[in-house]
């Protein structure tokens, strides 16, 4: 398995989780506010089980390789080397609290690259904790919550030398901004959305800090204030950078940069004002304010400010767009030779603009009608008692949420037949026959046609080659896959498919939708397990398994909270990153198939162990035409469905 964990970046609030932390001990102080997000960079690496070892081995930024080292899965064993601090200890020390509290064995560990800048303020070692708790989540199905894991990489840490915070290990959300409110032992987290990317420069001042002497300076200031140093820290540090963070959430999330940057400035004032006297030959940081304000910057930035517990240590910048990134990147290395830096964007949340429908299957099980009529041309009757084919109640779907384009893949032979349907108008003969509410309805077609693109499958090679003949259309852009011989009905106002675009806006990752079955249909279903985030709702997908036995389904599959004998099954549904087209196309280009097809389903699994994936229980059913029995099912079913949900 192959796991990638990001470094973090601390837009707003440094040093508020400890600050917010001691409210446990004082709670007239104020919260912890702070805004982190990923960065562009991070660790790499392949793990797997062992059976009684943990075994790590790193290549670092210059090449270098440290290790392996070896160490037997034994409490005593993994503290010792912990305590040691160094890079090893930090696998050890969450080797350790992962044995202590749960069952398991041993782990191996490639760290084969980090492209992140090590000791620079971007929790290079909180990644690499995060990374091995995820390891061990995955390998050994923990179902921890992302929550989880960050709580678990911190115990790792802190049983290191390492002065980590709370916040470090944000890292474990991945590139997603997330506000973090710090209230005593009780952390929140909360996502953000970005309108629009947002362009930030990184710089290593090339200087030393000790961040160390910086925290046990700043902690003398608590619990209680017994000086006005002490009090002015404190008052920093809760109500007024708390008013910055929260400023600046909703000028994010309306993608407002200068006032971003205007905002980065007055943290920084009000840092150097509030702060620096509690320990000034630390925090005086004459380089930082040199780069800050140095005259042939300011007409490339929009502010900029200290990055970690500050002093001479790590800056950051935010610009307008990718020129001006460049423009700072060349000031500085013609300026300050010793300093080294970096570009960091943050990506806006992303606008699903194209759906794709596999129709290219031979639709044996529904022979011999399939051999005059495509199932996906099957009629179904909807709310309003119009006869309408399968395929056009699906890219309505699509549609009612906001969809821009629908590609639908087909068997070269059937191009013209699903041309002609969606594109062109009834004949000469057959039009003015039409009602004039059927007349209408033709035009509507037309109208939806411009919407498509008929996509060919040039042999029928499985439901994933199907989605992967689709690469070229998509492109580089997240996308809604329905399957073609499903059908939908919501069960509240928003649609299925509306339902699925405002998940994956809320989570930032694909996105497989859910429904529950029972035991005894399961094996004729994909079906899928993981962690609930909100019970009955989403929940973080650990393992696809298609169409499972009964009795591993029970042991495997079952999830907590849930009747007995009922499972997650797929929904038909799916809201996908197209990173999903490269284990296509590796599974196809070394012919590794499935019952003789390239199958989508390993392929989902091998998207959620790298990039994650969220499950949703969709507000809503489907209808299956896929069989006789269906279909026959689905014909008097689908009607009521959709009269209920708009009556």
Same mark, same amino acid.
């Given at each position: 398995?192959?796991?990638?964990?990001?470094?973090?970046?601390?837009?707003?609030?440094?040093?508020?989780?400890?600050?917010?932390?001691?409210?446990?001990?004082?709670?007239?102080?104020?919260?912890?506010?702070?805004?982190?997000?990923?960065?562009?960079?991070g660790i790499y690496a392949q793990v797997k089980p062992h059976p009684n070892q943990l075994i790590v081995s790193s290549t670092l930024n210059d090449g270098t390789i440290q290790g392996p080292?070896?160490?037997?899965?034994?409490?005593?064993?993994?503290?010792?080397?912990?305590?040691?601090?160094?890079?090893?200890?930090?696998?050890?020390?969450?080797?350790?609290?992962?044995?202590?509290?749960?069952?398991?064995?041993?782990?191996?560990?490639?760290?084969?690259?980090?492209?992140?800048?090590?000791?620079?303020?971007?929790?290079?070692?909180?990644?690499?904790?995060?990374?091995?708790?995820?390891?061990?989540?995955?390998?050994?199905?923990?179902?921890?919550?992302?929550?989880?894991?960050?709580?678990?990489?911190?115990?790792?840490?802190?049983?290191?030398?390492?002065?980590?915070?709370?916040?470090?290990?944000?890292?474990?959300?991945?590139?997603?901004?997330?506000?973090?409110?710090?209230?005593?032992?009780?952390?929140?987290?909360?996502?953000?959305?970005?309108?629009?990317?947002?362009?930030?420069?990184?710089?290593?001042?090339?200087?030393?800090?000790?961040?160390?002497?910086?925290?046990?300076?700043?902690?003398?200031?608590?619990?209680?204030?017994?000086?006005?140093?002490?009090?002015?820290?404190?008052?920093?540090?809760?109500?007024?950078?708390?008013?910055?963070?929260?400023?600046?959430?909703?000028?994010?999330?309306?993608?407002?940069?200068?006032?971003?940057?205007?905002?980065?400035?007055?943290?920084?004032?009000?840092?150097?004002?509030?702060?620096?006297?509690?320990?000034?030959?630390?925090?005086?940081?004459?380089?930082?304010?040199?780069?800050?304000?140095?005259?042939?910057?300011?007409?490339?930035?929009?502010?900029?400010?200290?990055?970690?517990?500050?002093?001479?240590?790590?800056?950051?910048?935010?610009?307008?767009?990718?020129?001006?990134?460049?423009?700072?990147?060349?000031?500085?290395?013609?300026?300050?030779?010793?300093?080294?830096?970096?570009?960091l964007s943050i990506k806006a949340s992303k606008k699903v603009k194209k759906a794709v429908i596999p129709a290219a299957g031979f639709g044996t099980r529904l022979f011999p009608a399939t051999?005059?009529?495509?199932?996906?041309?099957?009629?179904?009757?909807?709310?309003?008692?119009?006869?309408?084919?399968?395929?056009?109640?699906?890219?309505?779907?699509?549609?009612?949420?906001?969809?821009?384009?629908?590609?639908?893949?087909?068997?070269?032979?059937?191009?013209?037949?699903?041309?002609?349907?969606?594109?062109?108008?009834?004949?000469?003969?057959?039009?003015?026959? &039409?009602? *004039? @509410?059927?007349?209408? +309805?033709?035009?509507?077609?037309?109208?939806?046609?411009? #919407?498509?693109?008929?996509?060919? /499958?040039?042999?029928?090679?499985?439901?994933?080659?199907?989605?992967?003949?689709?690469?070229?259309?998509?492109?580089?852009?997240?996308?809604?896959?329905?399957?073609?011989?499903?059908?939908?009905?919501?069960?509240?106002?928003?649609?299925?498919?509306?339902?699925?675009?405002?998940?994956?806006?809320?989570?930032?990752?694909?996105?497989?939708?859910?429904?529950?079955?029972?035991?005894?249909?399961?094996?004729?279903?994909?079906?899928?397990?993981?962690?609930?985030?909100?019970?009955?709702?989403?929940?973080?997908?650990?393992?696809?398994?298609e169409k499972p036995d009964v009795e591993y389904a029970r042991t495997h599959l079952h999830l907590e909270g849930m009747a007995e004998d009922m499972f997650l099954a797929v929904f038909g549904?799916?809201? &996908?990153? *197209? @990173?999903?087209?490269? +284990?296509?196309?590796?599974?196809?280009?070394?012919?590794? #198939?499935?019952?003789?097809?390239? /199958?989508?389903?390993?392929?989902?699994?091998?998207?959620?162990?790298?990039?994650?994936?969220?499950?949703?229980?969709?507000?809503?059913?489907?209808?299956?035409?896929?069989?006789?029995?269906?279909?026959?099912?689905?014909?008097?079913?689908?009607?009521?469905?959709?009269?209920?949900?708009?009556?």
């Amino acid at each position: 398995m192959i796991i990638f964990v990001p470094g973090r970046l601390c837009l707003f609030g440094e040093h508020s989780d400890w600050a917010g932390g001691y409210r446990r001990l004082n709670p007239q102080l104020g919260k912890g506010y702070t805004i982190i997000t990923g960065t562009n960079q991070g660790i790499y690496a392949q793990v797997k089980p062992h059976p009684n070892q943990l075994i790590v081995s790193s290549t670092l930024n210059d090449g270098t390789i440290q290790g392996p080292i070896r160490l037997p899965m034994e409490r005593d064993a993994l503290l010792t080397e912990a305590k040691k601090g160094g890079f090893f200890s930090y696998a050890a020390g969450v080797a350790y609290q992962l044995l202590n509290h749960y069952p398991i064995s041993g782990l191996e560990i490639d760290n084969y690259l980090t492209d992140l800048p090590i000791k620079k303020g971007l929790s290079s070692s909180a990644a690499f904790c995060v990374l091995v708790v995820r390891a061990f989540n995955r390998l050994y199905n923990l179902k921890l919550t992302l929550q989880e894991e960050m709580e678990l990489a911190y115990l790792g840490e802190t049983t290191t030398p390492s002065p980590c915070g709370r916040m470090d290990q944000a890292c474990a959300y991945g590139n997603r901004p997330i506000m973090m409110v710090f209230d005593g032992e009780y952390t929140e987290v909360i996502e953000l959305k970005v309108p629009q990317d947002l362009f930030l420069v990184i710089v290593d001042l090339g200087a030393g800090k000790n961040t160390q002497e910086i925290l046990h300076q700043l902690n003398q200031c608590y619990p209680v204030a017994r000086n006005e140093v002490q009090y002015n820290v404190q008052k920093y540090l809760g109500t007024i950078s708390a008013q910055i963070t929260r400023e600046a959430v909703g000028v994010i999330e309306k993608g407002d940069t200068p006032q971003i940057g205007a905002l980065m400035t007055r943290s920084q004032q009000e840092f150097d004002q509030h702060l620096i006297p509690a320990s000034p030959e630390q925090l005086t940081a004459p380089l930082l304010h040199q780069l800050l304000n140095h005259p042939p910057l300011q007409p490339h930035i929009l502010g900029g400010k200290g990055v970690g517990s500050q002093g001479d240590g790590t800056a950051q910048f935010i610009v307008r767009d990718k020129a001006s990134q460049q423009q700072v990147l060349q000031i500085i290395e013609r300026d300050f030779p010793q300093m080294q830096s970096l570009t960091l964007s943050i990506k806006a949340s992303k606008k699903v603009k194209k759906a794709v429908i596999p129709a290219a299957g031979f639709g044996t099980r529904l022979f011999p009608a399939t051999k005059v009529v495509k199932k996906e041309l099957f009629p179904i009757i909807d709310q309003d008692g119009r006869a309408k084919p399968v395929i056009v109640a699906i890219v309505e779907e699509a549609v009612s949420a906001g969809i821009e384009e629908v590609g639908i893949v087909v068997q070269k032979s059937d191009r013209q037949l699903f041309e002609d349907f969606f594109k062109e108008p009834p004949n000469s003969e057959l039009f003015p026959k &039409l009602s *004039p @509410q059927n007349q209408e +309805y033709s035009k509507y077609l037309q109208d939806l046609g411009e #919407r498509i693109t008929i996509l060919i /499958q040039e042999e029928q090679e499985g439901y994933g080659h199907a989605v992967f003949c689709a690469q070229e259309w998509v492109q580089d852009e997240p996308f809604l896959l329905l399957l073609g011989d499903h059908i939908y009905a919501s069960t509240q106002e928003s649609s299925c498919a509306s339902q699925m675009l405002d998940i994956y806006e809320q989570v930032g990752q694909s996105v497989v939708g859910l429904t529950v079955m029972p035991a005894e249909i399961i094996h004729k279903a994909g079906c899928i397990t993981g962690v609930w985030q909100e019970p009955d709702s989403l929940l973080t997908v650990t393992q696809f398994a298609e169409k499972p036995d009964v009795e591993y389904a029970r042991t495997h599959l079952h999830l907590e909270g849930m009747a007995e004998d009922m499972f997650l099954a797929v929904f038909g549904m799916y809201v &996908l990153e *197209p @990173q999903i087209f490269a +284990y296509l196309a590796e599974n196809i280009n070394h012919n590794i #198939r499935e019952r003789g097809e390239f /199958q989508l389903t390993s392929c989902l699994d091998k998207l959620q162990q790298n990039q994650g994936m969220t499950g949703y229980l969709v507000k809503g059913e489907y209808f299956d035409i896929g069989m006789p029995e269906f279909y026959r099912q689905t014909m008097i079913d689908f009607r009521h469905a959709s009269e209920l949900r708009n009556s």
